[in-house]
């Protein structure tokens, strides 16, 4: 098995760039998928594979890894992107599973 | 568009069993895996399973094998998750996610959850 360890917290004026970190053994082999969740919603994913946004997710969203850290950074970070993230990977076994980091709670000041 | 739309909020006691849907519109349901989410109350998202409906291979989270079943019936596209004895810890929400994929895996479109509440 395979754990994913975030920050539980994390803060940003508005208008300027987060960088929201993912760490974890299994990021050596896989990349991270990046999903939002705002009170009462469900999750949304928001980048997937290598920095791959979904239809309709804004371009300041990106991804990035290096060795057995994952990022997702908010260029240019507004009111609405408050909200909890969430990362996960594919865990070490070879199996499809996935497993999931704590969260990190964005506050957008 | 892709979509899937699960069953609603249930309230039961311990003991009880219980068994919520999740039906995929939009895309075909036997080509992807599916996968189930709890989130307890304040709390973080944790995977508990998935199941390939197109020849029902299912896999648990070894955190949750042996404490829920996760079926489908591919025939109306419908995915399940069942217990057969619930406790008071197993209140929470439950997604389900389409799970996507191959080297790198994702859950690219979600259900808007199912709260389940079991209280005496």
């Known amino acids: 098995s395979s754990e994913l360890t975030q920050d539980p917290a994390v803060s940003v004026a508005l208008g300027q760039t987060v960088r929201i970190t993912c760490q974890g053994d299994?990021?050596?082999?896989?990349?991270a998928s990046w999903y939002q969740q705002k009170p009462g919603q469900a999750p949304v994913l928001v980048i997937y594979?290598?920095?791959n946004r979904p239809s309709g997710i804004p371009d300041r969203f990106s991804g990035s890894s290096s060795g057995n850290t994952a990022s997702l950074t908010i260029t240019g970070a507004q009111a609405e992107d408050e909200a909890d993230y969430y990362c996960?990977?594919?865990?070490?076994?070879?199996?499809?599973?996935?497993?999931f980091g704590g969260g990190t709670k964005l506050t957008v000041l | 568009e892709v979509q899937l739309v699960q069953s609603g909020a249930e309230v039961k006691k311990p003991g009880e069993s219980l068994k919520i849907s999740c039906k995929g519109s939009?895309?075909?349901?036997?080509?992807?895996?599916i996968g189930w989410v709890r989130q307890m109350p304040g709390k973080g998202l944790e995977w508990m399973g998935i199941?390939?409906?197109?020849?029902?291979?299912?896999r648990y989270s070894p955190s949750f094998q042996g404490q829920v079943t996760i079926s489908a019936d591919k025939s109306i596209s419908t995915a399940y998750l069942q217990w057969s004895s619930l406790k008071a810890s197993d209140t929470a929400m439950y997604y389900c996610?389409?799970?996507?994929?191959?080297?790198?895996?994702?859950?690219?479109?979600w259900g808007q959850g199912t709260l389940v509440t079991v209280s005496s």
């Open positions: 996960n990977s594919r865990d070490s076994s070879g199996n499809p599973h996935v497993v």
């Open positions: 939009g895309y075909s349901f036997t080509s992807y895996w």
């Open positions: 299994s990021l050596r082999s896989y990349y």
């Open positions: 594979g290598k920095n």
């Open positions: 996610a389409r799970q996507s994929g191959f080297g790198e895996l994702y859950l690219d479109y």
């Open positions: 199941i390939y409906p197109g020849d029902s291979d299912t």
